[in-house]
C-alpha cells in the first residue's frame, strides 16, 4: 500500500514509552465519564507509524447505507490476544498494552488500527459497542502520523470538546465515557496520514475482581464481546449512525441525506 507521509525528527527515534505516565492529565466530563491525556507518550512514533502502514492486516470494507454500499472511510486492522502475542505486532506495542493494563488494571485484549489516509478518512459519531456490556470501560488510543481533531459530545447534546492527537499521544476514554459521550474524527479539508492504535478489553476476559460494573442487558441483544465480527458490528453501527446523522440534517429525508452525504464526501 502507497501513503505518503512526512514524520518529525523525534518521531525517528527507537520506540519507546514512559512507563510512569509522567504528566498524564485527567479531564473529568459529566455522568461518569473522564478522558486522560498524555502528548507524545510515545517516543518513536514514526518508527511505529512507518512499521504499520507496511506491515499490518489492512482491510478496505463496504457498508450498505439505505440502498446504497459505500466505502468505509478509512483503513482498518485489528489484532487480538488469544494466549499468545497476536503475529505481526510490532513489540512496542505489547509494551503499551502490558503499561496500559498495569495502570489500569484492565486485560486489554484487541489491539485495533484506523489508518486516516486523507482529510477524507474519517469516522462518525458513536460510543464504542462495549457500553453495551459494561456501565464503565476503559478505550486507550495511541495515536501516530499527523494529528487529527477527536472530537467528543455529551449523548443528548451539549458543548463538544476537541483534542488533536498525533506523534505519540495517549488518549484514554474511560468511566461511562462509551454510554454517556459520543466521539468522531471529522472529515478535513487537508490531511495528512494518521494512524489510531486503540486498546479495548472484552468483557469475558476480565480478570476476577475487574472493578467495572456490568450493564443492564438487553434480552433482545445477543451476547458480545471484543472479537474480529464486534468490529465488523461496530463498523455497521457507525455507518447506521453517520446515516441517521446525515438523515436528521435533512429533516428525515432520506433522498436529500443520501445527497448531504455525497456532497460531504466531496467537500472533505
Ligand atoms: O481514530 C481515533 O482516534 C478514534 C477511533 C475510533 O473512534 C474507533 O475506532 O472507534
Redesign the pocket.
Known amino acids: 500500500m502507497s501513503v505518503t507521509w512526512q514524520g518529525e525528527l523525534f518521531g525517528a527515534t527507537e520506540p519507546h514509552i514512559d512507563p510512569t505516565f509522567a504528566g498524564i492529565e485527567r479531564i473529568t466530563l459529566t455522568d461518569g465519564a473522564w478522558l486522560d491525556h498524555l502528548p507524545g507518550w510515545l517516543a518513536g512514533s514514526d518508527v511505529v507509524m512507518d512499521e504499520l502502514v507496511r506491515t499490518a492486516p489492512w482491510k478496505s470494507s463496504t457498508r450498505p447505507m439505505y440502498d446504497r454500499i459505500v466505502a468505509v472511510p478509512?483503513l482498518?486492522a485489528w489484532w487480538t490476544w488469544e494466549g499468545e502475542q497476536p503475529a505481526g505486532l510490532p513489540p512496542i506495542l505489547e509494551e503499551v498494552r502490558d503499561a496500559l493494563t498495569r495502570r489500569y488494571e484492565t486485560a486489554f485484549t484487541s489491539c485495533?488500527c484506523?489508518l486516516?489516509r486523507d482529510g477524507n478518512d474519517s469516522?462518525a459519531w458513536?460510543g464504542?459497542r462495549i457500553k453495551r456490556e459494561l456501565v464503565e470501560a476503559h478505550?486507550a488510543?495511541v495515536?501516530v502520523g499527523e494529528p487529527?481533531t477527536?472530537r467528543l459530545r455529551p449523548v443528548g447534546g451539549g458543548t463538544s470538546l476537541a483534542f488533536k492527537?498525533g506523534h505519540g499521544d495517549l488518549?484514554v476514554m474511560g468511566g461511562t465515557c462509551q454510554r454517556t459521550w459520543q466521539?468522531?474524527?471529522p472529515k478535513a479539508a487537508r490531511a495528512a496520514p494518521?494512524?489510531?492504535i486503540?486498546f479495548r478489553h472484552g468483557m469475558r476476559d476480565q480478570p476476577s475482581g475487574y472493578r467495572s460494573v456490568m450493564a443492564e442487558r438487553d434480552p433482545h441483544q445477543e451476547p458480545e464481546n471484543s472479537t474480529v465480527d464486534d468490529w465488523h458490528g461496530?463498523e455497521v453501527d457507525?455507518m447506521k449512525e453517520q446515516a441517521d446523522d446525515a438523515m436528521a440534517d435533512a429533516g428525515g429525508d432520506a433522498a436529500e441525506a443520501e445527497q448531504q452525504f455525497d456532497r460531504e464526501k466531496k467537500s472533505g
Do not use: E
Request: aromatic share 8%.
Open positions: 478509512r482498518t485495533g484506523n486516516y469516522v458513536h464504542d478505550v488510543i495515536s487529527r477527536l492527537l488518549f466521539h468522531c474524527v494518521r494512524l489510531s486503540t461496530q457507525r
